[in-house]
């Protein structure tokens, strides 16, 4: 990266700058990839990029092995992309997968352009969108956590940020100063994430004895559509990208039976680790949860792709197994897309069963489909939910359930 770049810049961005940047995307397909895999993995960087504040002008793709340990691509596609970078004065490359400082070197010297890889375009949505003391200081520990192994020596002015006399060592290097800096850092952001924890989980405990219900699922599915409808507040909705990033709790009521609904950020494919370790704290609500509400866009071509990454997440979060119920939402657009406008009510109703039924046959939960935005089989899906908390009640509280009869 640029030896003039601000370190405030890299280690606390605010988004890429305020003017939309033009960006190119390089993805390779290696051994054990598709090309329409790859090409699902850009479209959904593009839409990062999107989110961002980018305007992706082209993409381009090659077939490896694995990337080039140098330049990530070969030298004659590197060719290609000076050329094209060049002639279109284009601002940004953005590459698919994590770039090593190393690589990043290499590039910058070659383009004279910024390079970011797609774990530092995904923190930098995450710094635009923290609202809270704790999205912040997360977002800044996965930064500090992913900046780590990557420094090379380039900030001059990172010893400023600590003075005094002996901070250096005899004979130390201005990169190992640098690590130290940045290690002490992370120190100082775990320590202040755990008394946030400390906070919250007084918080979770003053509650109550009610029933917990978690919305998950991928990223832009329409949790937080979900979450209005149900719960009947305002809730930040917007057609981007991790347009959820703190968790959001509300008390939802179904006749006389209460129960605590609570909105997460949503997952992605290729989701940085140190990302997913940093936000721990904040998926506590889904730990803590007694019922998952797992949505997703029926609607879109790699739906089921979704739900893999979707569980392979929460298994990693050690939530795999609670009562879930998979929520098809977007059900309108489906239809849309998939039934022909002159098909008539009882096939659609056939080939809707064959659909749900290979939900349940693949993942093994109860599915409802629904769509949040027009509305339809919800009472469907509010009816199957009210049974799911029901039925925990009598588990967990069953004086408070008798009192409903």
């Known amino acids: 990266m640029n030896k003039d770049w601000d370190l405030n810049e890299k280690i ?6 305020p003017q939309i940047e033009r960006a190119v995307l390089v993805g390779v397909v290696q051994r054990n990839q598709t090309l329409p895999q790859v090409e699902e993995y850009l479209d959904e960087l593009q839409f990062l990029a999107l989110t961002a504040g980018a305007e992706t002008v082209h993409r381009f793709i090659q077939k490896l092995d694995h990337p080039d340990n140098r330049s990530f691509v070969g030298k004659g596609k590197m060719e290609e992309i000076k050329q094209y970078v060049i002639e279109k004065d284009i601002d940004l490359l953005i590459f698919d997968d994590d770039l090593t400082g190393k690589q990043v070197n290499f590039l910058e010297s070659t383009f004279k352009r910024k390079i970011i890889d797609r774990s530092t375009l995904i923190l930098d949505i995450f710094a635009a969108r923290a609202q809270t003391a704790q999205a912040k200081t997360q977002v800044e520990l996965a930064q500090m956590q992913y900046l780590l192994p990557r420094l090379r020596g380039l900030w001059t002015h990172l010893e400023r940020q600590r003075g005094g006399i002996g901070m250096r060592g005899p004979g130390e290097k201005e990169i190992e100063t640098d690590r130290r800096i940045v290690r002490d850092k992370i120190s100082l952001l775990k320590k202040k ?3 946030i924890d400390r906070q919250n989980t007084t918080q979770r405990q003053n509650r109550g004895n009610l029933i917990r219900v978690a919305l998950v699922g991928y990223t832009n599915v329409g949790k937080s559509t979900l979450m209005t409808l149900l719960s009947k507040s305002e809730v ?4 981007k990208l991790f347009a959820t990033l703190d968790t959001t709790t509300r008390k939802v009521t179904f006749g006389s039976m209460p129960f605590l609904l609570s909105d997460t950020v949503g997952f992605i ?11 721990k704290s904040t998926l506590d609500e889904t730990r803590e949860s007694d019922i998952l509400l797992h949505v997703v866009d029926i609607s879109h071509p790699q739906c089921f792709d979704q739900i893999v990454t979707v569980q392979l997440l929460l298994k990693e979060l050690e939530v795999d197994q609670k009562p879930t119920l998979l929520v098809g939402n977007k059900y309108d657009q489906y239809c849309d897309q998939y039934f022909d406008a002159l098909l008539d009510k009882e096939t659609k109703e056939e080939l809707t069963a064959e659909f749900k039924d290979k939900l349940v046959k693949s993942y093994g939960h109860e599915v409802v489909l629904i769509s949040a935005t027009q509305k339809d089989n919800i009472d469907v899906f509010k009816s199957t939910l009210e ?11 069953p004086y408070q359930a008798k009192e409903w009869g």
Do not use: A, C, W
């Not at 606390?12 to 700058?17: D, E, Q």
């Not at 930040?236 to 057609?239: D, G, L, R, T």
């Not at 290729?270 to 936000?279: A, I, N, Q, R, T």
């Not at 049974?387 to 509280?397: N, R, S």
């Open 12 to 17: 606390n961005p605010v988004g890429l700058v």
């Open 193 to 195: 994430l755990e008394t």
């Open 236 to 239: 930040f909705i917007e057609n």
């Open 269 to 279: 494919r290729k989701l940085p680790h140190h990302l997913v370790e940093s936000f």
């Open 387 to 397: 049974d799911m908390i029901l039925q925990l009640y009598l588990i967990k509280y």
